[in-house]
C-alpha cells in the first residue's frame, strides 16, 4: 500500500465542524468528557468493596495509577505522532518500540533464564528497557533527519523494517527457548496491570508529568504541524526541528509505558480516533485532552468491566488488541473506498 494513499488531507488550524454538526462546544465535551472519567474512576475504586473499603480502596490506587499513567502516555504520542505524520491510522508502535521490548526480554531469558529477568531490580530493569527504546528511537531520528536528505516517510519506513528485524530474531530465539521457559516469557507478550512496582508508578509519573508540561506549552505550534510541512515552513515555523521534538517526546512517553507494563500495540490508534470524532475541532488543545480521557475511559473502564461484571480473568491488552485491530481494518477499508470514490 502506498503511503500517499493514507494520507490525511491536513486540516486547517482551529477548524471546526460545520455548524449544523455542532452540538455544544468543545469546552463542553471536555467538562463531559472528564465527568465521565471520574465516574468511572470512582466506580473502579469504590465498587464492591464489602465493607473494607479503607483496605481496599488503597490497594487499588496503585493499579489506577498505571492504567492512567498508560492510557495518558499512549493517546498523547499518538496524536502527536499522526500529527507530525499527517496520517491518522499510523501508530508509534510502529518505530519498533514493542518488537524492541520483547526482543530484551527474549535475549536475557534464553541468554541467562526466566529467574535471572525475575531477579534483576525492576526499576534498574525499568531504567535500561526505558533508555534502550529512547536511545534507539533518538539515533534513528538522528540519522535519518541531521542528514538533510531523508523525510518522514523514509523515517517510518526504516522503523518498520526495524520493527520486523526485531521479530524475526525474537521468533527464532523464542524457538530455541526451553517451552517452561517460554511460558514465563509469553506473559511478557501482553501488558499486564495487575501487578504494578510502586516505585515504577512514581518513575514513570514524573517522566509522563514533565512531558505533559512541555507538550502543553507547544499546543499552538501543532497546531500548525497539522497544517503540513510546506505550509508550517511558509508560516515560519522550522519544520524539521519542531517535528524531531515531537517525536523524542513520542519516544519517551512510549518507551516508558511499554516498560511498565508492556506493548499495547492498537490502543493509541483506538483512542485518538474517539477523540477526534469527540472533540469537535482539530485544535490540540481539546483533542489532547480529550484523547488522554477517553484514554482512561477506556482502561479503567475495560477493566473495571471484565473484573467486576465479567468476573473474567483475561488480561484487558487483549481485548484492546482484538478491538483497536478491528478498527485498524475498518479504517484502511474506509480510506480504500474514499480513495475508489
Not at 202 to 212: E, F, I, K, L
Request: charged residues 15%; contains cysteine.
Amino acid at each position: 500500500m502506498r503511503p500517499e494513499t493514507l494520507t490525511t488531507p491536513p486540516p486547517s488550524a482551529g477548524a471546526t465542524q460545520p455548524r449544523s454538526r455542532r452540538t455544544s462546544s468543545p469546552t463542553a465535551r471536555l467538562t463531559v468528557g472528564a465527568a465521565v472519567a471520574l465516574a468511572v474512576v470512582a466506580g473502579f475504586l469504590l465498587a464492591d468493596t464489602h465493607g473494607y473499603a479503607e483496605l481496599v480502596v488503597p490497594l487499588r490506587l496503585r493499579r489506577l495509577a498505571a492504567l492512567i499513567l498508560v492510557g495518558w502516555a499512549i493517546s498523547l504520542s499518538t496524536v502527536l505522532f499522526q500529527t507530525v505524520t499527517g496520517n491518522r491510522i499510523l501508530t508509534p508502535s510502529l518505530m519498533g518500540f514493542d518488537a524492541l521490548f520483547l526482543l530484551l526480554q527474549t535475549v536475557v531469558v534464553f541468554a541467562f533464564s526466566s529467574q535471572a529477568l525475575r531477579e534483576v531490580d525492576p526499576r534498574v530493569q525499568f531504567l535500561a528497557e526505558t533508555l534502550l527504546m529512547v536511545g534507539f528511537a533518538l539515533t534513528l531520528f538522528r540519522w535519518l533527519f541531521t542528514s538533510g536528505r531523508h523525510g518522514l516517510h523514509v523515517l517510518i519506513l526504516v522503523g518498520m523494517v526495524f520493527a520486523t528485524l526485531f521479530r524475526s530474531i525474537t521468533s527464532f530465539l523464542q524457538r530455541l527457548i526451553d517451552p517452561s521457559e517460554f511460558q514465563v516469557l509469553q506473559d511478557l507478550m501482553f501488558a499486564s496491570f495487575t501487578t504494578v512496582d510502586e516505585d515504577l508508578v512514581w518513575m514513570t509519573a514524573a517522566v509522563v508529568t514533565v512531558a505533559t508540561a512541555l507538550v502543553v506549552r507547544r499546543l499552538h505550534v501543532y497546531d500548525v504541524l497539522a497544517l503540513g510541512a510546506e505550509t508550517a515552513t511558509n508560516l515560519g515555523l522550522d519544520h524539521r526541528r519542531e517535528t524531531t521534538k515531537v517525536l523524542a517526546l513520542v519516544a519517551v512517553l512510549v518507551s516508558v509505558s511499554t516498560a511498565l507494563v508492556g506493548p499495547i500495540t492498537f490502543f493509541g490508534l483506538l483512542v485518538a480516533h474517539l477523540a477526534y470524532q469527540l472533540a469537535g475541532t482539530h485544535r490540540h488543545a481539546v483533542v489532547l485532552p480529550m484523547a488522554g480521557l477517553a484514554a482512561v475511559v477506556c482502561l479503567v473502564g475495560g477493566q473495571f468491566v471484565l473484573e467486576r461484571l465479567l468476573e473474567v480473568t483475561t488480561t484487558l491488552s487483549v481485548v484492546i488488541e482484538l478491538v483497536g485491530g478491528l478498527t485498524f481494518i475498518a479504517l484502511l477499508i474506509h480510506r480504500a473506498r474514499r480513495n475508489l470514490a
